[in-house]
């Protein structure tokens, strides 16, 4: 499923499936797409951030055309320690594998992977301090 914005309407709450991940995307192009984030996070509740929210950055490869810097996107992951995945939707090997990245991650989200929680792969995918 997919929306624009945070919250989502209550109206459909009942009709509403179990919610495994969420996944930011974010256009380099536009500040506003990282504006609209921002404002949506404050509308996730805290428990998700253990390893069910992730950010997933379009438009990476064209660097000239950028109006968001990588490094604001990336300090958005560390504040709330989930994952940035960057990606360019318009090469279709990229687009492939990053296809693939985010449906691992709804696999072990919905605790679909034996022996791998949402928590433990978040863990994995953080960079430790001595990096």
């Known amino acids: 499923h997919l929306a624009t914005s945070l919250p989502l309407p209550s109206e459909r709450d009942h009709l509403r499936p179990r919610i495994d991940l969420v996944v930011f995307m ?3 192009k ?3 797409s990282l504006k609209n984030v921002e404002t949506s996070l404050t509308h996730v509740d805290a428990s998700f951030f253990l390893g069910k929210v992730c950010f997933l950055v379009t438009g990476v490869g064209r660097v000239n055309a ?3 810097e990588t490094n604001a996107v990336c300090k958005l992951g560390e504040a709330y ?3 940035v995945l960057f990606c ?3 090469l279709e090997g990229i687009r492939a594998t990053t ?3 985010l449906l691992r ?7 679909h992977i034996p022996g791998v929680s949402a928590l433990s792969f978040v863990s994995l995918m953080r960079k430790s301090d001595d990096d």
Request: glycine share 4%.
């Open 26 to 28: 974010i256009d380099i």
């Open 66 to 68: 950028c109006s968001i």
């Open 30 to 32: 536009s500040k506003y």
């Open 88 to 90: 360019e939707l318009e």
């Open 105 to 111: 991650m709804l696999q072990i989200c919905a605790g």
């Open 81 to 83: 320690c989930s994952p």
């Open 99 to 101: 296809a693939q990245r």
